[in-house]
């Protein structure tokens, strides 16, 4: 069973919770070369290092407490290539020692006065025997089925095999209901689905709702176990294929989440930021409102005193600016000058910068009256705009009996003659053309780059938004389609 770390391991400076303070590890290991030990812990994906030793006298490593640490599931691991083993540190398996062989691992580890970690191994030794005689039992059935060659006796093996499997796993439940192997050994359980009642897609969905709500109930009163690989894999399990993949769900997941770790405030922290960070930067449209809910339900809320004033400010800031244009949200009013794209030409070179460019009167986003109204913010030197508007001429010129183009040059006024230059090269003057020498919209619009598309309906309620401009036309199909 080789185990071998491929994260980087960092340093964890963080009080520990649940702690151990007076805990002392002995390790002696076979065919280890190296002077160094470092003790490790998973937090998310990431792996933390509590304690790094050198070898005794008597060639082993000892780690004492130093300082306190959370009873939990930790790391034993050999630099440089950083292969390791998995301890517990618990209230009853505090003061230890551990001996192996670096070239085996967990094979022959073998553990004193530790129950909790002997038992563990214990069901290590078990898999290790069992697993191999199950996976060949399967593959000669496969082949066998294939084969229309009668698998019967190999059927029953493995029945018999798993059987034996569950068995002991039930024993181990029953007999230690408090050890930290116990709770691992619930986490890889199927849940017991009660018989639904109803069509199939009914059953499915109940099947579905059922499971989810109860995925995380054989972990969840267990502090230790949030701190591990196992927890982090159960948890990107959760969001990745228990999670429809839209905002609302994801919000109601991130929620379970964090409510589970809750009481372990290193793990709320570390799926904090995780998940601030993932929906901050996510491709997917309609996920920037993860994001804004996170701010608003937990930095607002006194919730993440762990980030600085300053970074709360900065996401603040960003969260309210975003919450105005969330997919659903009415898209904030512009009130805009028309640009008068004949007449700034000719001025676009001006000697008063003053006067590069003219105006044809005020208009506003909510006096269009067609049904679908298309938000494109550009700018003059946009490199992606260059690509994108032809697209979005075309797109008009097939549609814009329904669809009306709100057009917003997001640049400077003195770049407005540009602006005129560039939509009569585009050949896209036959839409509303706007310009705002106050950046007024900025307060209301969070414009990172350009272009950044809108589709908004009858009511300018966001159906669309980020959207490059050749998918303008699949989405007004499937907003023709809701309509309908």
Not at 11 to 39: F, G
Not at 309 to 318: F, G, H, P, V
Not at 394 to 404: I, K, S
Not at 466 to 483: D, F, N, P, T, V
Request: aromatic share 12%; hydrophobic share 40%; with cysteine.
């Amino acid at each position: 069973m080789k185990n071998n770390l491929l994260l980087l391991l960092f340093t964890l400076v963080s009080p520990a919770i649940w702690a151990i303070d007076d805990y002392e590890i002995t390790v002696l290991i076979s065919n280890y070369e190296q002077d160094k030990l470092l003790l490790a812990h998973n937090v998310g994906s990431t792996i933390f290092v509590d304690d790094t030793v050198s070898v005794n006298q008597n060639g082993t490593f000892t780690f004492e407490a130093k300082k306190d640490l959370a009873a939990g599931i930790y790391l034993l691991v050999m630099p440089p290539e950083n292969e390791f083993i998995e301890v517990f540190l618990t209230e009853t398996d505090r003061q230890f020692s551990v001996a192996f062989d670096a070239t085996t691992l967990a094979e022959n580890a073998v553990f004193e006065n530790a129950p909790d970690n002997s038992l563990f191994y214990e069901y290590l030794e078990f898999m290790r025997i069992t697993r191999p005689k199950m996976e060949k039992l399967i593959q000669t059935i496969q082949e066998g089925r294939a084969a229309n060659v009668n698998v019967d006796a190999e059927e029953k093996a493995l029945k018999t095999l798993e059987q034996e499997l569950a068995g002991f796993k039930k024993n181990i439940i029953d007999k230690h209901p408090e050890k930290l192997t116990t709770t691992i050994l619930k986490s890889s359980q199927q849940i017991d689905i009660p018989a639904f009642e109803g069509d199939e897609m009914e059953v499915r969905l109940l099947e579905y709702v059922y499971r989810k709500n109860h995925y995380f109930d054989p972990i969840r009163h267990d502090k230790r176990f949030f701190r591990s690989k196992i927890c982090y894999d159960m948890i990107t399990f959760y969001m990745d294929n228990l999670t429809v993949p839209q905002p609302d769900s994801v919000i109601q997941s991130v929620y379970e989440v964090l409510q589970l770790v809750a009481p372990d405030t290193v793990a709320f922290k570390s799926y904090f930021y995780q998940y601030l960070n993932k929906y901050y930067g996510s491709d997917l449209m309609g996920m920037d409102a993860v994001f804004v809910h996170m701010v608003k339900e937990y930095t607002l809320k006194g919730k993440t005193d762990f980030i600085s004033e300053e970074s709360r400010a900065k996401i603040t800031q960003e969260a309210l600016l975003w919450d105005k244009t969330l997919i659903g949200r009415t898209a904030p009013n512009l009130e805009h000058y028309l640009l008068d794209i004949e007449k700034s030409i000719p001025l676009k070179d001006a000697e008063d910068e003053n006067r590069r460019f003219a105006l044809a009167g005020q208009t506003d986003l909510n006096s269009v009256s067609k049904p679908y109204t298309v938000v494109v913010f550009w700018a003059p030197d946009c490199s992606h705009c260059k690509e994108s508007m032809p697209h979005i001429v075309d797109f008009y010129e097939h549609h814009q009996t329904e669809v009306e183009v709100f057009a917003v040059c997001h640049t400077d006024f003195r770049q407005f003659g540009d602006c005129a230059q560039k939509l009569q090269d585009y050949n896209a003057t036959k839409w509303i053309n706007t310009v705002d020498p106050y950046y007024k919209y900025i307060k209301d619009y969070h414009i990172e780059t350009t272009p950044l598309i809108l589709v908004l309906d009858a009511n300018k309620k966001v159906v669309y938004k980020r959207i490059g401009a050749e998918q303008l036309e699949l989405a007004l199909e499937q907003m023709k389609k809701r309509s309908k």
